[in-house]
């Protein structure tokens, strides 16, 4: 199907619906493996053999969904959101059936990075395809059903792995994702084709590398490498080396940037920028801390399902978001999610520290909820101010920003645990984390208050 510009305001209703369904299903699959396969790591382990390679099963797939967000929005935007979702998507199937028929532990982790790759496309692909299929009006809709789309995964991922695994084996996990890619990538081909920019979009590869060499040096810093100072001092000189090359290559051709310089130029963007790293860092960081601190303590409440509050409330408060954006405006929406992440924070505080099960519970509700406010009012502010043929650009961005800050994070609260220790170290990261969200709060008042703003 022929590319076109971006158009306005959904001209064919149901071959948008059709959209609507291929980017439920790619965004579903792509969602999913970031957390269906870590019920399985044992079985796999156990099989293949390598039992120390087993945490880059999930690693493998992690760390280039972060990382290849730019290069996927810029694809989008020089060769058409839909053609690009589509090379994606192809892309994460063809690695499916590659993990679904390894051998080896190091062939397995090959196919999860090859994963990985296609999964960030895709998941920014998907933001971009329904922002350029609607307009403003609806957009904080869609991207607050495809934020309930996340809360769905991450509560079906874990208990659908086990149960394959139980089933057929864990290689059914993988083989799963064939018919289903297969269907989104056959609704693709009906849906329109949007958003090629008219091929005004330049990629400039040698920037998107030294984007990516740079920001994978900086997350394997913080995720504090145990293997000397020798491996600390080559990232350190990776992360330099690619921040000067990213400089001169952006100097030189600014306007092929992987991120999108105007988008640090807008004033109104800016609180954007320091909303989403900090909203990321608050829920990845309270699920990944809590299971920590619930081991040092005597509790019958399985972690599994006080974290899955967080998921739920993710979904509600995105769909909730979603449906009132137009009316309360970007401010209120934002405000709303922030002081709910700062609560959230403080009350898990107290809840630790007096092993209250239902404050932990009342707590993650809270931080799911304010995620899904802040995450959607953000995203729509942002794919509404982009220039039409930005469009994947910008929503790239975001969702770069939103995998930097979970990153960061998570990898700083967790080396301030370790620093801290003792009965009082977790309390006092989230008593951290509830003030960051608190100054956070204050910067949803440079947010514009009408909707949409340009």
Known sequence: M???????AAALPKKNNVGVMAVIVALFLAAVDSTIVSTVLPTISQQLGHPTLWPWVMSAFLLPVALVAPLAGACGDRFGVSSTLKACLLIFLCASALAAVSTTMPILILARALQGIGAGGIIVLSYSLLAALFDA?????????????WGLSAIVGPLLGSVLDATFGWRAIFWLNIPLGLLALLLLFITPAVSKGAGKA???????????VATCCLLLLT????????????LAVGLIAGLLALIARVRYQPESSPIPLPFFQRRTLFPVIVLVLLSSAALYASVTLLPLALSQQPTAVP?????????LGWVVGAAICGAR????GYRRMAA???????????????????????????????T????????????????NAAPPERLGTWTATVQFLRNLGAALGVNILATMQLHLSGLHAFPICFIILGASMLTGLIFTLLLPRAYPAK
């Open 303 to 311: 972690t599994g399902l006080l974290v899955m509050l967080a998921a």
């Open 336 to 366: 709303a999610g922030m002081l709910m992440l700062a609560i959230g924070g403080l009350l898990m505080a107290w809840a630790i520290s007096q092993q209250q099960p239902w404050l932990m519970a009342t707590s993650l509700l809270l």
């Open 368 to 383: 799911g909820l304010g995620m899904g406010f802040t995450a959607t009012a953000t995203l729509v502010l942002a794919q």
């Open 137 to 149: 009006e609806r957009r904080g809709k869609m991207q607050g059903m495809l934020s309930g789309v």
């Open 223 to 234: 995720a504090r490498p145990e293997s000397g100072d020798a491996l600390i001092a080559m």
């Open 202 to 212: 330049c990629l400039d590869l040698p920037a998107q590398g030294a984007l990516i």
């Open 325 to 328: 954006l137009a009316l309360a």
């Open 2 to 8: 022929k590319e076109t510009t971006l158009a306005p």
